[in-house]
């Protein structure tokens, strides 16, 4: 377990199963993690507490099958979800998006022995981080090439390299460290995030989600067992050798939603932020066409755009998690049928378009309601614009929105890359 000297065991105690989606439980949790995150803000410490409080309540495992112990959700009631924990605090959310990728990366894994062990792990609250992103060299962004090496040694593998954007590792249990093998191909390896060669460095200076541990990784000399090194999975699957590479996409799609589902989230309490704003606002302007500002009817329309726009981005993102979920419905009756997989990153990619330019503007707006006041530092209301702009810029919408013109004029596929 990852934690710091300020972490405190949460005292609420939570069932043994996974909260249910759609019950008071789970909103209880999300209310509780957002406690505990504005504690820790204001206190000036790391997300850990908050973080506990998801390992323990095992959130983590909402999208395992019941059978299998989990909490049994759909794709489109995880990112209703997701949605709700966002509300409540966007680094919490993002910093659980590798943990989620991983999670169905081994719901779809083909080797029954490892999709069991590491599935019998995210269970019982074990939490699991990334290291994929590298800085440097002349491979283009998405080529999956990369300088870190998992070589043989004895009976077992030594792991050396160095990540970036690490997002959530340093909350994690455990680590999901993509390398290059002896052969020079793709290798995924498991790690403890607290194994000797493991160094974590919370350096992430971007302007938005601060606290997510966005910083570097570095391994040196680290003993990777046999079992820890992913015999099958689909992040390991070279494009290029696949038919229908419609695995590819699913992993795209999701891990991509995810991003814009958080940006919606954040557009939800800018909506809640901007009825506060007009509500307690105690004077307006001597050319106002109102005395009181909750009764000024320009107001009254920026908030109402403003909720119109929260609503708009959330029925995109259900409706991309609609495909997906048919999509991955497919899996049942054989391999994945590559026209649905399509239209799941197709939907993904149009909601990201949209939405992205909405709650930029939506951030900015915002300010429109709250007069010169709204513009302290101790209001903090900024944090909004730069949490969607720093999220926004893990995957540029113009590059989508060509993709999607693209492949409606011309009939060109989107690329299967893992950024749709």
């Not at 149009?350 to 709204?374: E, N, P, Y």
Request: a negative charge; hydrophobic letters at 45%; charged letters at 20%.
């Amino acid at each position: 377990m990852n934690n710091d000297s300020a972490t405190a065991a949460p005292t609420q105690i939570f069932g043994s199963q996974p909260p249910r989606f759609g019950t008071p439980e789970l909103r209880q949790l999300i209310d509780a993690i957002g406690k505990s995150a504005a504690e820790c803000r204001q206190d000036g410490r790391s997300l850990h507490p908050a973080i506990e409080l998801v390992r323990q309540s095992k959130l983590g495992a909402l999208r395992v099958p019941l059978a299998d112990g989990g909490g049994g959700c759909s794709v489109r009631e995880f990112f209703a979800m997701l949605m709700e924990l966002t509300a409540v605090d966007p680094d919490i959310a993002h910093i659980l998006r590798a943990h989620y990728w991983f999670v169905e990366e081994r719901l779809r894994s083909t080797n029954k022995t490892e999709r069991a062990r590491w599935l019998a792990k995210i269970v019982q609250g074990a939490l699991f981080g990334n290291a994929v992103s590298e800085l440097g060299g002349g491979a283009a962004v998405g080529s999956w090439i990369f300088e870190t090496k998992l070589t043989p040694h004895g009976d077992h593998f030594v792991l050396n390299g160095t990540k970036y954007y690490v997002t959530g590792s340093l909350y994690s249990d455990w680590i999901n460290v993509i390398a290059s093998n002896a052969e020079g191909k793709l290798s995924a390896a498991i790690i403890p995030a607290d194994r000797a060669g493991v160094t974590l460095e919370d350096d992430w200076d971007g302007i938005g989600q601060r606290l997510t541990g966005s910083g570097t990784a570095i391994f040196r000399n680290v003993v990777v067992h046999p079992d820890e090194v992913l015999v099958a999975g689909v992040e390991s699957t070279e494009v290029a050798s696949v038919e229908n590479p419609a695995d590819p996409l699913l992993v795209g799609q999701f891990v991509q939603l995810i991003l814009t589902a958080i940006i919606a989230g954040v557009l939800r309490t800018v909506v809640t932020d901007a009825v506060q704003l007009v509500r307690k606002r105690g004077r307006t302007y001597s050319h106002a066409v109102s005395e009181t500002a909750s009764a000024d009817p320009l107001l009254q329309q920026i908030v109402g755009e403003l909720a119109s726009s929260a609503f708009a981005a959330e029925a995109l993102i259900l409706a991309a998690a609609d495909a997906q979920d048919l999509a991955l419905a497919s899996i049942d009756k054989g391999p994945p049928d590559f026209e649905l997989a399509h239209r799941g990153s197709l939907l993904t990619a149009q909601a990201k378009v949209i939405v992205d330019d909405i709650a930029t503007r939506a951030a900015t707006h915002l300010f429109d309601v709250g007069g010169s006041s709204a513009i302290k530092q101790s209001a903090n209301l900024d944090r909004h614009w730069r949490n969607i702009r720093t999220l926004a810029s893990h995957n540029p919408a113009v590059y989508k929105a060509r993709a999607i013109g693209n492949f409606l004029i011309n009939g060109e596929r989107l690329p299967a890359n893992g950024f749709f």
